[in-house]
């Protein structure tokens, strides 16, 4: 299978700790999304990468969230010090840059819980 | 907050029936693209119309898109159980920079 791959798919933990989920984006694309969604909403945009480079952040994205794409090929998003509020899928896309048609390809999302 | 607006919210029919989704966006776009989503599930992407183009195909779909309105409409033609999902509208301002989703239509076609 090529396509984008997430893990976890399903998480949960209790208030206060910390979760790491990792996204392995299709080999070859050199864009990396991160979005979040929550129930009966649209997904809403966390952060993107193109290669290791993190060229723009939501300010979604508290600082008790990161990510890094330490070598330009998959990804980590770590919440610390968890909420309740954080309860949601965090869907993970990539892309290939290749001009006017860029579409981005999305995984099957981590389903978050926080208790 | 989001930028696009479905409507209707929910849409239920009958097998073999069309299925009309729109779409509304409120700034300047590069592209338009429509996704589905099964629930629990991740995105599927449907179709990408372009800011300088009018109307799309793709199998049982058609997309049109009017820049002047800042509006779009999604149709799927014949419609099948196997299409009942959530339909979602993205925008993005430029090609690759990030994507503004709607609130989605949840649509139920019934056998």
């Known amino acids: 299978d090529t396509g984008v791959s997430q893990n976890p798919r399903h998480k949960i933990t209790k208030r206060g700790q910390n979760v790491t989920f990792r996204c392995d984006p299709i080999s070859e694309h050199n864009r990396l999304y991160w979005y979040r969604q929550t129930l009966g909403q649209g997904p809403e945009f966390l952060t993107y990468f193109q290669n290791e480079a993190q060229l723009e952040k939501s300010r979604l994205l508290s600082d008790r969230f990161s990510a890094e794409r330490p070598k330009g090929s998959f990804s980590t998003l770590e919440i610390q010090r968890t909420e309740q509020g954080d309860s949601a899928m965090y869907l993970c896309?990539?892309?290939?840059?290749?001009?006017?048609?860029?579409?981005?390809?999305f995984g099957p999302g981590t389903r978050l819980l926080v208790l | 907050s989001q930028q696009g607006e479905e409507d209707p919210q929910a849409l239920s029919i009958q097998e073999g029936e069309n299925a009309t989704m729109n779409c509304s966006y409120k700034?300047?776009?590069?592209?338009l693209q429509w996704y589905r989503q099964n629930s629990g599930r991740g995105l599927v992407h449907l179709i990408l119309?372009?800011?300088?183009?009018r109307e799309k195909h793709s199998g049982r779909l058609r997309v049109t898109l009017d820049t002047s309105k800042k509006s779009s409409s999604l149709l799927i033609t014949a419609s099948r159980a196997a299409d009942t999902a959530s339909y979602f509208c993205a925008t993005d301002k430029t090609s690759g920079s990030r994507l503004t989703f709607g609130e989605g239509t949840q649509l139920t076609v019934n056998p």
């Open positions: 119309i372009r800011s300088n183009e």
């Open positions: 700034t300047s776009i590069n592209n």
């Open positions: 896309a990539s892309s290939l840059i290749r001009g006017p048609r860029e579409t981005q390809y």
